[in-house]
């Protein structure tokens, strides 16, 4: 819509290249007209404001001109409709971890919340004690009041067996062995809430021929210290995990994940936010695919197995923020409509409010449930009991507010596949 | 690698309607499109032609008629290559797939509505909403004119005098009030934000109360046939805002046109996505970068896309441009004056030297030289070169790109988008 600035041609940073976009934005407030927090609430005034209008005020020697940018979920729903380049989810991210740079001390919470592999270790070695505690109520009053963690927000239960564990115990020794491979990168959520949710996946990938590799030394892909302003943390976490991926790339081997915000870490933030850009990360984001994206090109070529047993019924389904980021479209619609008698509903929303782990503080909490109203009600509205989401913190968060079970995609194509009985341990 | 039928790239009007029509058609089609689009500043209507001659201050009662004149005087018009069939095709087909969806469209190729412009002119138009198309002015009568001290871009005494003075025989009054809360005191509202807050029944009820309690009424003593509101009533529940009023003002309630980010110009956008997104399986990519397209002996035969992590290849057997004119983003300038079309690098008629862009005069009669550039075409609508060869036979062009579109001279912007979709999907279905 306007004249591309000739920002591309000079040699800069890929910082650089997202704070300049800035003059690229002439202030036709689209974006502002979709932002899902400014739409709720008057704590947060809008991207174009908090974005491009208030980076010509930014100075990196300067502290910050705003604080309300911490009320940015990231939900990045601004770039993605700017008709003219401007980078503003990525823009406020850096404008946030700067906000937070400058107080002298991070809040625990924000510690707590980044750590998300940290807790998961912790609460899964004491998965009795840590879930009794996350559900009382009392409890989580305190927790409230202490660390200013929202007493309502869903937190999910921990495993007691990680899915680590799982792998090195059960899968190693039993797995599919195959001259096709693929590298399954399960995140947190699926290492110390769902396990089940990576058996699904290995289950399906193995019933198509292949041969899944679980790396042990991949860790958390850092999205939640990054969101929660800790870079230099999420940096350390991101070469960590491009060191331990790469040798499989290297060899031509795709890496799948089921957590559309994990894979797009690895994809897009690690360059993008966390500017890193090598060789190395660069071929490791080429060969990440989230894992409907991956089944979906195995179907276009014909490849992927379609004995389906059929399953009548219709789903309300959900694309997070996260996947919409990955400028793929949503493969899993046409992947489950691939199964007899399966109907998708696609929801009619840009964000269920959550957004990682914006929705767990206590000061967003409310904005989070207001943001995700609007799907919540068209949830409820179709009646369904099972609705399907590609995030986990999405799904944890949607299904306390309608009551539904939250799958993943790869969950239904394991039921339709009659896998749900791999690795023994299923969701109850 | 995918493989489809069609790829569309741009989601304004013209690329909308495209991707949904031919979606419906049981084509595998993708839609890519580096934005929201181009619908979200415009008004939401379809004008297909307004004035004739083009500097006219007259407007057209019924556009078909002046067609003849106009193609006369303007033979290099996107029009002239669609053929007045297409027009039609292109309306009807476009009535038939929004409203399908809770969107209510109102009109013919055959009438112009004449609506209230923001700033009290008149905007001859076909297609309007329901709510917009309520404030046809060739009806006459009294309106009174409400806005709200909150949004800063809606006079409603401007409109209201401008209207009186060209004694078009309606009488408006105009009134600002205060805005109920949540929006009252927030002298930093957009549009968007009151449409939302108009979708609460208790903000309705006190902006009525308002109105009632306002001076002008209770003073005058006497009542109007309609009621005016600047375009910010409701969003997803526009349908039930507009009735609701209507009820509780006893009398017809219309809707003005505001400045961007337009409310109707927002419903008609979600409405055409989700129809897509529904028909077509999710196949839409809103904030991708198309990065090149290859032209090889005369065919498209790939684009590349810019994803999270790489540059993708895309192949379909028709690839269909809807990417708009320098406003759109379907052109790209330069401070040196170059002008160039940025995916397939289609030549664009212009004139290299940037002091003959543009007239004297911001709102010349004559237009704005600029808004003429564009890439030439065929009647396939396929892009030509200067001797009128074509450059592709399965890339298509829809819309502002097209040269000699001058979109907002003579009101025909949306009237192109949608003659040049029926032309392009006649070709492509054959």
């Known amino acids: 819509m306007t004249t591309q600035s000739n920002v591309d041609e000079v ?102 919340m980044g750590r998300t592999d940290l807790v998961g270790a912790l609460g899964s070695a004491f998965a009795p004690i840590a879930n009794a505690v ?124 089921t957590s559309a915000s994990c894979t797009l870490s690895l994809k897009s933030d690690y360059k993008h936010i966390l500017d890193i850009d090598t060789a190395d990360s660069e071929l490791v984001a080429r060969q990440t695919y989230d894992i409907s994206e991956f089944l979906l090109e195995l179907a276009e070529a014909g490849t992927l197995k379609t004995d389906f047993n059929p399953i009548e019924a219709t789903f309300p389904y959900h694309s997070p923020c996260q996947l919409k980021t990955h400028n793929i479209g949503f493969p899993a619609i046409e992947l489950m409509e691939m199964i007899p ?52 913190t999405c799904r944890w968060h949607i299904g306390k507010a309608t009551g539904a079970k939250m799958i993943h995609p790869v969950e239904l194509l394991a039921q339709a596949y009659g896998l749900l009985n791999y690795g023994k341990t299923t969701k109850s | 690698m995918n493989k489809y039928d069609v790829v569309v790239i741009g989601a304004g009007l013209g690329g909308l309607t495209v991707a949904c029509q031919l979606a419906q058609a049981n084509k595998k089609v993708l839609l890519v499109s580096s934005g929201a689009g181009t619908l979200l500043l415009a008004s939401g209507c379809v004008d297909v032609l307004g004035f004739q001659p083009m500097d006219s201050r007259e407007p057209i009662k019924n556009p078909l008629d002046k067609m003849a004149t106009f193609l006369t005087e303007n033979p290099n018009h996107p ?44 905007h001859p138009t076909c297609l309007a909403p329901l709510s917009l198309a309520n404030g046809d002015l060739s009806k006459g009568g009294t309106m009174l004119l409400v806005g709200f001290k909150e949004l800063r871009d809606f006079y409603p005494m401007l409109v209201s005098q401008n209207l009186n003075e060209q004694k078009l025989g309606v009488q408006a009054d105009a009134v600002t009030i205060d ?96 129809t897509f997104l529904q028909l077509a399986k999710g196949r839409f990519l809103m904030g991708t970068k198309v990065v090149d397209g290859t032209i090889e002996k005369g065919r498209v035969t790939q684009i590349r896309i810019d994803t999270a992590s790489e540059l993708k290849t895309i192949k379909a057997d028709h690839y269909v441009l809807a990417t708009g004119g320098i406003f759109g983003g379907g052109l790209q300038t330069d401070l040196t004056g170059k002008i160039w079309e940025p995916i397939f690098g289609l030549p664009v008629v212009s004139n290299s030297d940037r002091h003959t862009w543009f007239a004297d005069g911001f709102l010349e009669p004559q237009g704005q030289p600029v808004n003429q550039y564009g890439v030439k075409i065929n009647a396939q609508m396929n892009p030509v070169d200067e001797s009128n060869q074509p450059l592709s036979e399965n890339l298509y062009l829809v819309g502002a790109i097209i040269a000699n579109s001058d979109w907002t001279r003579g009101r025909a912007g949306e009237g192109v988008g949608l003659a040049t979709a029926a032309a392009v999907i006649k070709q492509i279905s054959g």
């Open chain 1, 134 to 257: 996350l559900s009382n109520g009392p409890i989580r009053q305190v927790v409230e009041t202490v660390f200013d963690v929202h007493r309502h927000a869903a937190f999910p239960p921990f495993s007691f067996e990680t899915f680590q564990g799982w792998c090195k115990k059960v899968h190693k020794k039993s797995k599919l062995v195959s001259d096709k491979r693929v590298v399954f990168f399960h995140g947190c959520s699926i290492n110390y809430y769902e396990p089940y949710l990576g058996k699904a996946a290995i289950a399906v990938l193995e019933h198509n021929g292949y041969e899944v590799i679980v790396p042990e030394d991949q860790v958390c892909c850092g999205l939640p210290l990054l969101s929660n302003g800790e870079f230099d943390a999420a940096r350390d976490k991101a070469h960590t995990n491009i060191d331990s991926l790469v040798k499989y790339a290297h060899q031509g081997y795709r890496i799948v994940g």
């Open chain 2, 79 to 122: 029009y002239t290559f669609t053929g007045q069939e297409n027009m039609e095709t292109g309306l009807n087909a476009f009535l038939q797939l929004v409203n399908r969806s809770s969107l209510n469209y109102q009109g013919s190729v055959h009438r112009n509505w004449l609506l209230p412009s923001g700033i009290g002119a008149i």
């Open chain 1, 341 to 392: 008698g399966v109907t998708i509903k696609h929801m009619q929303a840009d964000c269920c409010g959550q957004a990682g782990t914006y929705g767990y503080k206590k000061e967003k909490y409310q904005i989070a449930m207001d943001v995700g109203k609007p799907l919540f009600d068209q949830i409820l509205e179709t009646g369904s009991k099972v609705a399907i989401c590609d995030s986990e």
């Open chain 2, 179 to 274: 805005a109920p809360a949540p929006i009252g005191g927030n002298m930093n509202v957009t549009p968007i934000e009151l449409a939302r807050a108009f979708e609460k029944a208790d903000f309705r009820r006190e902006v009525v109360k308002a109105i009632k309690n306002s001076k002008v009424i209770k003073s005058s003593g006497k009542g109007y046939d309609r009621f005016g509101f600047p375009s910010v009533l409701g969003l997803n529940r526009h349908a039930e805002v507009l009735a609701d009023l209507e009820k509780q003002l006893g009398k017809t309630v219309f809707e003005i046109s505001t400045l961007p980010p337009s409310v109707p110009g927002r419903r008609l956008f979600e409405g055409l996505r989700q």
């Open chain 1, 11 to 112: 040699t800069l940073s890929i910082w650089d290249q997202v704070q300049y976009t800035a003059d690229l934005c002439v202030k036709c407030n689209i974006c502002t007209s979709f932002c899902t927090v400014a739409n709720v609430t008057d704590l947060f005034p809008g991207p174009k404001f908090v974005g491009p209008q208030a980076q010509r005020f930014r100075n990196p020697h300067e502290i910050s001109v705003d604080s309300s940018v911490d009320y940015c979920s990231g939900c990045g729903v601004c770039t993605l409709v700017c008709p003219h380049g401007v980078k503003v989810m990525e823009m406020n991210a850096k404008a946030r971890y700067k906000l937070y740079k400058e107080k002298k001390w991070l809040p625990i919470r924000n510690r707590m």
